[in-house]
């Protein structure tokens, strides 16, 4: 099979993020645009991509892109596309779409048109007037930007943020892709000590310790392509085994989580045994102002509240200072936090070196990255 146009969708502001991942898995990026990277590749790439991409929302199969500003040139350039190639004669396939800018602005309707235009194409290839659809799930979209019709198929399933360790019942906002690019914004790497001191449900710890031991983050879930009947099931075993064997089982890493919520770390405690980082992982139950740090060298990062809550707002910004105050004690530390409070650096009485704005689901946050110095060339720090 030729080439196939993959999209490794992104929330706003991780674009480079996810662009870099895919590059260091050696895959060729084509385009970045807002919310979407586009690389190329074949099946071993597609797995590759929706196994170790830890920052993407979804890989998604590209179709095809035409220009579309009636509803018939809608339905001709979806019918001309070979949707045999990926759905067979039972196959699921419901269709989701959006419109941005363009002439075909009921979203609906281009929904009913799309589905129409598969439809059509199926029968005529499988000689059916009615397709059942009782089996594997196809999943497309239909996206209009600008009176540009894109047709894409999820290969995904679930998010990628879900990569099956977390309770998604409990009070736990922060997306395991956010927390993934906090860390690899952070470059840390496993030599360096890592404390989170508002862990919470343990996101970010999980996140840094797969970092650490190179484990792939859907090693333990499941994709809608391994439903598909023409996909190679070789091909993702394979990649699956090369995943495997690329993990870092014996890594010793020193990441430490604290919170004063003993719930909090309770669940913690579940979400990163679920994970299989155990090992790599210390939860300790102190506010943040008396964790202790022995070490040289570390990362702090960190999601701590934000005072978006009535009444909560005065108690925060009094923890922002007394961060400040604690940042201070920790010359040798790189400091990263993220909050929606565009007031952070004034109550911590530190500029950031750098803040990149990202969203916390829709919550607009500033990322703010206080740079220490680079530890000693071959030197660890435990």
Not at 334 to 359: C, N, P, W
Request: hydrophobic share 40%; aromatic share 10%; glycine share 8%.
């Amino acid at each position: 099979m030729a080439a196939m146009r993959l999209i490794a969708t992104a929330a706003f502001g991780l674009e480079a993020v996810v662009k870099r991942e895919i590059e260091e898995l050696g895959l060729e990026t084509l385009s970045v645009e807002n919310g979407k990277v586009t690389f190329e590749g074949g099946y071993p790439e597609l797995v590759k991509a929706n196994l170790w991409l830890r920052t993407a929302d979804r890989v998604l199969l590209e179709m095809g892109s035409f220009p579309a500003t009636t509803f018939d040139e809608l339905f001709e350039g979806v019918r001309a596309l070979p949707w045999e190639e990926w759905i067979h004669e039972n196959g699921i396939f419901p269709v989701e779409g959006k419109s941005v800018k363009s002439t075909l602005f009921s979203v609906s309707d281009c929904q009913r048109i799309c589905k129409k235009a598969v439809a059509a194409r199926l029968g005529k290839v499988y000689g059916q007037e009615w397709l059942e659809e009782t089996e594997s799930l196809y999943r497309i979209q239909v996206s209009l930007l600008k009176d540009i019709a894109t047709l894409t198929i999820d290969t995904s399933g679930v998010g990628l943020h879900k990569r099956g360790y977390r309770d998604y019942n409990a009070i736990a906002p922060l997306k395991e892709t956010l927390a993934a690019a906090m860390v690899k914004l952070s470059y840390w790497d496993k030599d360096r000590p890592l404390v989170d001191p508002f862990c919470g449900s343990g996101t970010i710890l999980i996140e840094a310790a797969l970092v650490g031991m190179n484990m792939a983050p859907g090693l333990t879930r499941e994709f809608a392509f391994e439903t598909w009947s023409n996909f190679p099931k070789d091909i993702y075993q394979q990649m699956r085994d090369e995943a495997v064997d690329a993990t870092d089982w014996d890594a010793k890493l020193n990441i430490v989580g604290s919170d004063r919520d003993l719930n909090a770390l309770k669940l913690a405690e579940r979400h990163i045994e679920r994970a299989g980082v155990e090992d790599q992982v210390k939860l300790v139950h102190a506010d943040f102002k008396k964790m202790p740090f022995n070490d040289d060298y570390g990362v702090i990062i960190c999601n701590p509240p934000y005072g978006e809550r009535m009444g909560e707002l005065e108690e925060v910004e009094t923890m922002y200072r007394d961060m400040g105050d604690l940042f201070r004690t920790l010359p040798t530390w790189s400091k990263y936090v993220i909050t929606s409070h565009r007031g952070f650096e004034r109550l911590a009485r530190q500029q950031a070196d750098r803040k990149r704005k990202l969203y916390n689901g829709r919550i607009q946050c500033n990322y703010y990255q206080y740079y220490g110095p680079r530890p000693p060339k071959g030197e660890k720090h435990e």
